[in-house]
């Protein structure tokens, strides 16, 4: 692992409202960083991001370089060490607009030259969520789906920080996800070892 004063963690807010539970539960989290560790923050809502269109069998498959925002978000992405997805659980799964941002990965490894899949392995994913659901099995799928994303591009796998909490705020109340957080980026993240399933 890179040392701390070489690393730069990408935060990813993937809510769809400003300050909720799972920006408030990941904030919480990263203070707890060494202050010699790089923190950049992206709220996805605030992108204008294209719509992802799916060109692997149109033409010779390869996908234009992004512009704009999309050129912006790539650029944090490929310069971040650590890649935290913060996404309120959504239907089991990941929110809106972090599913988008996901597709534009499939472009991305689709731009010649920019070798992207190549670029991010090696670094480490983690995820941060809070679920409605006293049952933590619920958000069993996001655990998979963020792991296997891990796996598929050849990055290491921090883990899965979950918190307990509906209306804004909620989750402050839950003192078990607060000690998790305040220990969660100290773990060692593992290998990439274990099925991969590709994107798309």
């Known amino acids: 692992m890179a040392a701390e004063t070489e690393r730069t963690f990408l935060f990813v807010l993937g809510s769809t409202r400003p300050d909720g539970n799972t920006e408030q539960l990941t904030r919480r989290a990263a203070e707890r960083l060494p202050a010699g560790v790089r923190q950049e923050w992206t709220d996805l809502r605030q992108l204008a991001l294209p719509e992802f269109a799916d060109l692997r069998h149109t033409g010779d498959g390869t996908h234009p370089a992004p512009e704009g925002d999309a050129k912006r978000l790539l650029d944090a992405t490929l310069g971040a060490t650590d890649v935290v997805i913060a996404t309120p659980l959504y239907w089991y799964s990941f929110s809106t607009p972090v599913k988008h ?47 296997h994303t891990a796996s598929y591009m050849e990055m290491r796998w921090g883990g899965l920080l979950l918190g307990n909490g509906s209306a804004p705020g909620q989750v402050l109340a839950d003192a078990s996800a607060l000690a998790e957080a305040a220990e969660f980026f100290a773990r060692e993240p593992v290998g990439t070892a274990g099925a991969a399933v590709a994107a798309g």
């Open 101 to 147: 941002y996901l597709d534009h990965w499939t472009g991305w490894m689709r731009v010649p030259g920019l070798d992207f899949k190549e670029r991010m392995a090696g670094k480490t994913l983690w995820g941060v969520s809070v679920l409605a659901e006293e049952d933590r099995s619920v958000a069993d799928p996001l655990h998979a789906a963020l792991r």
